[in-house]
């Protein structure tokens, strides 16, 4: 299972003022399927079996997403068979997603974008480039590496 939100804006026109209103609204949806058909699919072309869209759109004042997570496992039982399976849900690692992951008692995947993004904030060799007095050689750029990776561990 995947997902995401997002947040735009959307325009309404108001007809008794004659005026168009903008009111910020947030989506929150989530995908699910029980694998890749393999029937359908070829070569690099993979097809999704049992796909199912659930989205929940919060304007502005509401309050729509208070209780997602218990409309999303009601959406999930409706429509398949949870019994003796195990959830993994694809996402951004966003805070929602996993209080969603801890109460599914499921797994979470990083999507390949953010994977990347924290994996460049965890091991990006930037800040031992430069030296006050000139540049480190590859060897103290080493040494200071694993000593900064091991003190983040202890």
């Known amino acids: 299972m995947g997902v995401d939100d997002t947040y735009t804006n959307i ?5 008794k003022l004659r005026k168009k209103e903008i009111s910020k609204s947030t989506i929150r949806m989530a995908y ?3 694998g890749f058909d ?3 699919s070829i070569n690099n072309r993979r097809f999704l079996r049992d796909k199912k869209l659930f989205m929940i759109l919060n304007d502005k004042g509401k309050n729509e997403l208070h209780n997602y997570d218990q409309k999303l496992y009601k959406f999930l039982n409706e429509n398949y068979e949870l019994k003796n399976k195990k959830l993994i ?4 690692g ?3 997603i996993k209080t969603i992951a801890s109460q599914f008692h499921s797994d979470i995947v990083l999507d390949e974008f953010h994977l990347k ?13 430069l ?5 480190l050689n590859s060897v103290e750029i080493k040494k ?4 900064y990776d091991f003190g983040s561990i202890y």
């Open 38 to 40: 393999e029937k359908k």
């Open 117 to 129: 993004k924290y994996l460049h904030q965890c091991f990006s060799f930037r800040r031992f480039k």
């Open 144 to 147: 200071r590496a694993i000593y």
């Open 32 to 34: 699910a399927h029980t």
């Open 89 to 92: 849900i694809l996402g951004d």
């Open 94 to 96: 966003a805070s929602w």
């Open 11 to 15: 325009f309404n026109y108001n007809k």
């Open 131 to 135: 030296k006050t007095k000139g540049y």
